[in-house]
């Protein structure tokens, strides 16, 4: 360990050394052996056999949600990423989310990243996270956090899991789901946002 950590004095020796530690750091995340999966509209990137046998599915959801977003008026990017992380770790590098966070949509990567299909699964909410994600990167531009969480549930059909919390500022309730700070209060600012979109369903 000391060894590893003291620095070389010479420059070649430190490049070596840095490239050691580069490849030390970024070898687990990115030694993945990454496949492409495409269908119209979208492109879907996983690594590992086990995640390969749902394509199907997820391709099949995908492209309903694309249909059910043009249904109501909101378009798709022509061509929308999803990126299917083999790990937390390779989820965390890529999305800097905490691991409680399941997906994360990327507005102007028209890009979805997610943690490994089979914990989607194993929850049963593969469909309902993707529709969620999908959501957002159609969403119209401009809308508060809360307004897009809100409707992002309700077109993907995602209950409250948890209490709304009371009594909350609307700069508050932006600030938790922007940046929330455990499961918990994650849950209970996605029921406020769920409760407070109510009233624009018609
Ligand atoms: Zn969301």
Excluded: C
């Excluded at 003291?6 to 840095?18: D, F, G, Y």
């Excluded at 030694?31 to 495409?38: G, R, S």
């Excluded at 061509?79 to 507005?107: C, D, E, M, Q």
């Excluded at 929330?180 to 946002?193: E, G, I, N, V, Y």
Aim: glycine share 4%; aromatic share 8%.
């Amino acid at each position: 360990m000391k060894a590893f950590l003291s620095l070389p004095r010479s420059p070649l020796p430190l490049l070596v050394w840095l490239t050691a530690v580069w490849l030390t750091v970024l070898t687990p995340a990115l030694a993945q052996n990454w496949q492409t999966a495409q269908a119209p509209g979208f492109v879907v990137r996983y690594a590992g056999g086990a995640d390969a046998l749902h394509l199907p599915e997820v391709f099949r959801v995908l492209q309903k949600a694309r249909q059910d977003l043009k249904s109501q008026g909101l378009a798709l990017p022509p061509t929308v990423r999803v990126v299917i992380h083999p790990n937390l770790k390779s989820y965390t590098a890529a999305t800097g989310l905490p691991w409680f966070i399941l997906s994360a949509a990327n507005r102007s990567k028209n890009q979805i990243d997610s943690q490994r299909l089979r914990v989607l699964l194993e929850r049963g909410t593969l469909e309902r996270t993707l529709r969620h994600e999908l959501f957002h990167l159609a969403q119209p531009e401009g809308w508060p956090r809360w307004k897009a969480e809100g409707m992002a549930m309700r077109f993907a059909g995602e209950q409250p899991v948890a209490r709304p919390l009371e009594a909350i500022t609307e700069a508050e309730l932006e600030r938790l789901l922007a940046n929330p700070p455990d499961p918990t209060t994650l849950r209970r600012a996605m029921a406020t946002a769920y409760r407070w979109t109510s009233r624009l369903q018609q």
